[in-house]
């Protein structure tokens, strides 16, 4: 009999181990997930123009088009390597000792064409679904070096990211053979993408800011943002895209879509109030920018425990990356690094309090199944686990990233040239610019 790999659910809504199911016995479709799944996946690409805006709106006037081609770029080139390949590599079986999977009918996707998961879903859906998590992270670490960097140079350091970074995480996290997915005793959590997308993207933009050195002329003159309005209409579609981000990521309709949903508003809320709080203390005023920071921080704490955590959960989480995001771009000035848009401020270290600080607000019917399936687990042991996922996060996505741009480098030039970069991204790599102006300065 001709068997057929399936995925499935646990009860807390993450990705259990493939289970076989005979082809005399399909699955059957389950209408309401699938259209849950299908708004799910259009609010996440929603995000992508989203990330535009608001990183758009942040630079100065003469990069605002080329900066926002970064987001918009990687939409095609990570679509099409996510079709060809990427989530073969992902969710495929374990080779190379695990640190990739792959499966022949994920190849073009062209074996799962009749496929129905065993959550209800076509195949299809799920692969599209979590190819714009693929498509989100590398845009995530262009604003690490916006304002500096050539766009070929991008378009190729994108590619080799996600085809040797995203996808290994990705499965050592989500796949059913990874290896942090079963690690401990019920893996290690990242409901959404704490640790696959924000902690690699946010390290990763860190090792590329540095890697590339600081624009020129800072930060000895001020850099202004040119257009801010834009930059809260772009929060707004984040947080709104973010409901498909995580509430989508129970691969469902029910119980666990409400309680990530729940936790994905609780927590940016308490991340916005937070932040414009510690700026009333510390500067005396309360800016939208900082507003829209406080959004971001507590969203991406989030990500990785909103299948957990209960609502008070997620309001500590919110208040708990504020402010170690607020402190991180603060330290940034003194150390003299150039994270521009704060790529590592804000996605790096959102990504790795939500991802360590979630175990202290586990639900107890979580705990109970984990000290279930081995005996005396405790908070203390899914500490170890959610920590020791964060460092080799950290350790692989730095390294990995470092190695990139010191190849490429030599066959590519990444970052922008002097020309380039003083006369503006805009003009100099598009041939456009993104306001009627005379001066794009």
């Known amino acids: 009999m001709k068997l057929k790999l399936r995925f499935g659910l646990t009860a807390s809504a993450l990705l259990l181990p493939l289970v076989l199911c005979a082809q005399d016995t399909p699955v059957q479709n389950d209408s309401g997930a699938t259209a849950w799944m299908l708004t799910s996946t259009a609010l996440v690409l929603l995000m992508i123009p989203g990330l535009a805006m608001f990183y758009g709106g942040l630079v100065r006037t003469k990069n605002v088009l080329g900066t926002m081609m970064h987001s918009f770029a990687a939409m095609g080139i990570m679509t099409v390597l996510w079709v060809v390949c990427g989530y073969s590599m992902a969710f495929g079986t374990n080779i190379l000792g695990g640190w990739i999977g792959w499966n022949n009918d994920y190849f073009l996707l062209e074996g799962i064409d009749n496929s129905i998961m065993s959550a209800g879903i076509?195949?299809?859906?799920?692969?599209?679904?979590?190819?714009?998590?693929?498509?989100?992270?590398p845009a995530l670490i262009a604003g690490a070096f916006a304002e500096r960097v050539s766009f070929k140079g991008y378009c190729f350091f994108i590619a080799l990211w996600g085809l040797?970074?995203?996808?290994?995480?990705?499965?050592w996290v989500w796949a059913s053979d990874g290896f942090l997915f079963n690690l401990g005793a019920k893996g290690?959590?990242?409901?959404?993408?704490?640790?696959?997308?924000?902690?690699?993207?946010?390290?990763?933009?860190?090792?590329?800011?540095?890697?590339?050195?600081?624009?020129?002329?800072?930060?000895?003159?001020?850099?202004?943002?040119?257009?801010?309005?834009?930059t809260l209409i772009g929060a707004g579609l984040?947080?709104?895209?973010w409901f498909g981000f995580n509430a989508g990521s129970s691969i469902s309709s029910g119980l666990s879509t409400a309680q990530a949903l729940t936790a994905t508003q609780v927590a940016a809320a308490a991340g916005a109030l937070a932040w414009v709080i510690i700026e009333g203390i510390h500067q005396g005023k309360a800016t939208a920018l900082g507003f829209v920071s406080g959004i971001l921080a507590g969203l991406v704490a989030i990500t990785p425990?909103?299948?957990?955590?209960?609502?008070?959960?997620?309001?500590?989480?919110g208040v708990?990356?504020?402010?170690?995001?607020?402190?991180?771009?603060?330290?940034?000035?003194?150390?003299?690094?150039?994270?521009?848009?704060?790529?590592?401020g804000i996605h790096g270290i959102g990504g790795i309090i939500g991802a360590i600080f979630l175990t202290f607000f586990i639900r107890e019917s979580w705990m109970a199944e984990a000290?279930?399936?081995?005996?005396?687990?405790?908070?203390?042991?899914?500490?170890?686990?959610?920590?020791?996922?964060?460092?080799?996060?950290?350790?692989?996505?730095?390294?990995?990233?470092?190695?990139?741009?010191?190849?490429?480098?030599?066959f590519v030039k990444i970052r922008s040239s002097e020309e380039g970069e003083m006369k503006g991204l805009d003009s100099f790599y598009h041939g456009e610019r993104g306001y009627g102006m005379i001066n794009p300065s």
């Open 122 to 137: 076509p195949e299809y859906v799920f692969s599209m679904f979590q190819a714009k998590f693929a498509i989100i992270a």
């Open 164 to 171: 040797l970074i995203y996808n290994p995480i990705c499965h």
């Open 238 to 241: 984040l947080w709104v895209g």
């Open 188 to 230: 290690a959590i990242d409901f959404a993408g704490g640790t696959v997308v924000h902690i690699s993207a946010g390290v990763s933009g860190l090792v590329a800011a540095i890697y590339l050195g600081a624009r020129k002329s800072h930060p000895h003159l001020p850099m202004r943002p040119n257009n801010l309005v834009m």
């Open 305 to 317: 425990a909103a299948g957990v955590v209960q609502p008070s959960g997620a309001l500590a989480l």
């Open 320 to 344: 708990l990356a504020t402010v170690f995001c607020y402190l991180m771009i603060l330290l940034k000035t003194k150390l003299g690094f150039d994270d521009t848009l704060d790529a590592f």
């Open 371 to 410: 000290s279930a399936a081995v005996p005396g687990w405790g908070i203390l042991n899914q500490l170890g686990v959610q920590t020791l996922a964060v460092l080799i996060a950290i350790g692989y996505s730095a390294v990995g990233t470092f190695l990139i741009l010191f190849i490429l480098n030599k």
